[in-house]
């Protein structure tokens, strides 16, 4: 029998899709393409934004049209909530939301057995324990995520995700540790430590927090990487700055969402931090790192957001020198405190400034990239496009070189040379 995956969203539903998919293969299931005829297609669907719900129902419509007899299944944000609608859209037939994913198969051959439509969602309780999905192996690259928490706890007055995924749950320290041993063991390299809060990993247990995680993987022979996929500035305390201090392995990037510039901004937001707070932490961070790149989140538009504000945010951001910004204009969502704010801003007025602000984005990219030509790094290659290898420095520079031998999954030492945005441009050193 033939399965195929869909993910949408972030960088957690690709862990989650990814050891399903692991599992599925382990049960002697043929992995077919989305785009090509298959019996099963899963959908881990996303609701984060307006623009993520749509897709995900976009998506959920389309194998239909390649196989009238699918068998399609949506798990994820937007089923956990909309469990009933989606099992009203053709070819759904089993609909689970944000946890028992281990359970897939079951609930598989359950419908098998009885034919009946199974909405398997369930309601997510405060005392949730972390589901156990694993990955044994990620193919071709030796860059490994590694999910390590779900849930969040602080209720940003935008964000869906906590209704979603519930409270934050940590997956347990010796699970990690052995699961990272393994993947070292099969030539992975780096480790990027991911979750939809990951700097709260820790939160829910006793006597264990996430930088006694950082010192435990810093300890692990072969491993040369750790990445934290995101982290907030208030999660950067002592503790865990002195880990990043001393640590040979944690990698020089840091992604730290901001999400507004605006002081009032940032307290309509319930964010957990001010300006002065958000630059001094900054400021502490850059004299542990000689060279660190910082990227960060931001949403435009959000309820009364004014001219003003925005253009504070806008200085702000330049003030700071983030190396990268991902923009995102503010998608109200029902439910939230935000959805329910005046002064909804006009959807043209926000295009507008995302527009803004990816441009300098850009600009703060470039002026990045100029400043490490000339430089030796340590690139870790992902893919091969154009005649091209390409992969990412530690500081998550893009990096594409040529090489006469297939280095595809090997770290190799490169010179950079010249930028050919977004990538820059570089020679293996001899």
Known sequence: MKVAFYTLGCKVNAYETEAIMEMFMNKGYEIADYDDFSDVYIINSCMVTNSGERKSKQIIRRPVSINPNAIIIVMGCLSQLKAKAMLEIPGVKIVLGTKNRHMIIEYLNEYLKTGELLDKSEKLENDERFEELEINDFQNHKRAFLKIQDGCNNFCAYCIIPYTR???????????????????SKGHIEIVLTGIHTGGYGEDLTGYSFASLLKDLEKIDGLKRIRISSIEITELDEEVLDVIRHSKKIVNHLHIPLQSGSERILKAMNRKYNKNNFKAKINEI??????????????????????KEFQEAYDFIK??????LH??????????????????????????????????????KEQYMKSQIGKT????????KDGWYIGHSKDYLSIKVKS???????????????IDFPNIVSRIKK
């Open 319 to 324: 003030e700071i020198n983030f190396q990268e």
């Open 286 to 307: 850059r004299n542990i790192f000689d060279d660190i790149s910082i990227t960060t989140d931001v949403i435009v538009g959000f309820p009364g957001e004014t001219e």
């Open 377 to 384: 790094k340590s690139v870790i290659i992902e893919q091969e």
């Open 166 to 184: 519930g409270r934050i749950r940590s997956k347990t320290k010796d699970i990690i540790l052995e699961e990272v041993k393994h993947l070292v």
């Open 404 to 418: 006469e031998k297939y280095i595809i999954a090997k770290e190799v030492e490169v010179i950079l040379e010249s």
């Open 327 to 364: 923009v995102f204009p503010y998608s109200r969502r029902q439910g939230t405190p935000a959805d329910k704010m005046k002064n909804q801003v006009n959807g043209t007025v926000k295009k507008a400034r995302v527009h803004r602000l990816l441009e300098l984005s850009d600009a703060l």
